[in-house]
């Protein structure tokens, strides 16, 4: 039996992982960067190492520093999550060169269905069905133009090594497909160390139909059902549940069957997922086989009644399973949805920053699967996921009005979350009809609805009250030209003020101008700017201020003045001559020099953050003034980036 368990991950699953091994009497142990130093996963630890730098390649990515962790901590497994190495099969190999055993499949039938290639020959060989397209060694990019053209378009580019939506591409046209090749693989190649890709038949509208595997060593391999995840956003999963309005109870086990028979087909052991594409005929394609647990494994734990990772470490210990095929009945519906740190009001882009609150629902049917918990810190480095959020009910009438429940009960503060998208979908009515496909979101979500709106003037002037008033304010710098700079949602507010002889009293220059007067009077805040009266409250919390009038609340925090270059990198959006840097991360390639002329939507800049590539596009056609970058090169959110004329 295992006794101490290294967990070679971070986050929700890092502490998911401790503590099903906990239950079984096994001590959890933990790996972390130098980023990761006060992470919320190791508060499950009983001992942890530090494994390297914040960069996830030289630290959890890297295989040698791991086991040796696990050597140090006297490991005699470790579970590897998912992401990271959990498909790696040099790394399960490694292990267990170690004389330690890896909570997993085996490397032969990682190698196998870790690539989205040799997956797809191998369940051919067992009658599983696949997507047409182009899976061959050759990889040069004529030959794969000649098989794009061969297949049609519009056509998709897969990574073979990996998932969760990088080394991705749908390609439209034969016109992108270079460029879309080469991104691709530059994807590819950063996040699992491999640029090979295959190309597929873009299939319009299907369903994303996923079944679970289980099988122990000793030749009994078994499913528990479908989860439907079709609700995705740059082919990422956002919204999945179980079982799928789409499956009859012979569709079901059909693809129940041919699941297991592509698992059977590489001798695969312990917990993995068999993804298919359901086209509106019926038909179904197998995708891949993930060789680790899902991220969504919870809906099927809530269903079927068990708990996936537990049976993880207890076949990896050599245990038989105790269930067949017949027994394992589902009882309920379950839904999830993944909490990351995005911002629906800016392309879902990733947001940075500590998390000052951080509340979450609670109640019969709810589960919440978390990483993270007030006071951490939300880097660039890793994936962007906070939780999982997982509503349980007897029908999925119950559970969609449960996770809807759910929802109205989060609060997450210090980071933009895309919990508005959440909320949108559970209140959608075509999701209430089950009317869900991969376009579901492109189709129907029109995503102005998340567009921040400017707080109104009078929240804007309690603010600079606020800011010039209180003792402990951040810009009391002097009597004469204080600068008080605002960020508030929709813009910035820049304001300096000199004060008078009177006590309390300023006068404005900037966005706001005139004699303001102001006071404290319990928790009210008044003001008065010339001749007009407010009031308001306003309270201060990690030295940004919260705005409370009449027509709703408003957040303001504050920075510095720009300076110089400083100023184009802050102005951000609102100047379009400046191309600022929407986070940070690194840039991977630059499209541009100094004197290109560029349409508008040209490709200027790509930059990597999160493990994902996000194209910095021209907003107009212009001539390239200044390019202030170079490939590889480290930036911080507002630096600029390319100058425009």
Known sequence: ?????????????????????????????????????????LQFMDDARCVGPPAAAQSYLDAEAIIAAARDLSA??????????????????????AGITFVG???????????????????????????????????????????????????????????????MRVVDSAQRFDESLESAKREALAAFGDSTVLLERYLRDPRHIEFQILADAHGTTLHLGERECSIQRRHQKIVEETPSVALNE????????????????????????????????????????????????PVTELVYG??????????????????????????????????????????????TGTITTWTMPAGPGVRVDAGVCAGSEVGHYYDPMLAKLIAFGDDRACAI????????????????????????????????????TTSFLALRLDESV????????????????????????????????????????????DVTADALAEQGAWRLSGDRSGGLRAFRRGDALHARLDDAELVGKASWENGAVRVDVDRGSWSFSFAPPPHGDDAAAQRGSGDKSAVVAPMPGKIVKVAVRAGDAVEEHALLVVLEAMKMEHRIEAPAAATVKSVFVKELQLVTAGASLVELQ
């Open 250 to 297: 012979k569709l079901r086990a059909e693809m129940g069957a041919a699941a297991v028979r592509a698992a059977k087909s590489v001798g695969y052991v312990n917990a993995g997922t068999c993804e298919f594409m359901l086209d509106r005929n019926g038909a179904y394609y197998f995708l891949e086989m993930n060789a680790r647990l899902q991220v969504e494994h």
């Open 450 to 493: 998340f567009a921040r709106h400017p707080p109104p003037e009078d929240a804007i002037t309690l603010c600079v009250a606020a800011a010039l008033l209180d003792r402990y304010a951040p810009w009391r710098v002097g009597a004469v030209g204080i600068p008080v700079r605002m960020q508030h949602d929709a813009g910035v507010v």
């Open 76 to 97: 005699d497994a470790i579970h590897p999550g998912y992401g990271f190495l959990s498909e790696r099969a040099e790394f399960a190999l490694a292990v267990r060169a």
């Open 105 to 167: 499949p085996t490397p032969e039938a990682m190698a196998a269905m870790g690539s989205k290639i040799e997956a797809k020959r191998r369940v051919r060989e067992f009658d599983v069905p696949t997507v047409p397209g182009y899976d061959g060694e050759d990889q040069s990019a004529a030959t794969l133009r000649e098989h794009a053209v061969r297949i049609g378009f519009p056509l998709l580019i897969k990574a073979s090594a990996g998932g969760g939506g990088r080394g």
């Open 306 to 351: 068990l708990d996936l990772v537990q049976w993880q470490l207890r076949i990896a210990a050599g245990e038989r399973l105790t269930y067949s095929q017949d027994a394992l009945t589902p009882r309920g519906w379950a839904i999830e949805g993944r909490l990351y740190a995005e911002d629906p009001a800016n392309d879902m882009l990733p947001s």
């Open 1 to 41: 039996m295992i006794k101490r368990l290294l967990v070679a991950n971070r986050g929700e699953i890092a502490v998911r992982v401790a503590r099903a091994a906990r239950e079984l009497e096994i001590a959890p142990l933990g790996i972390y960067s130098e980023a990761d130093a006060q992470a919320y996963h």
């Open 401 to 436: 009005s449960r996770f809807g429940r759910m929802l109205a009960e989060c609060g997450v503060g210090g980071v933009r979350t895309n919990l508005p998208l959440l909320q949108w979908i559970g209140a959608d009515r075509a999701f209430a009809a089950g009317e869900t």
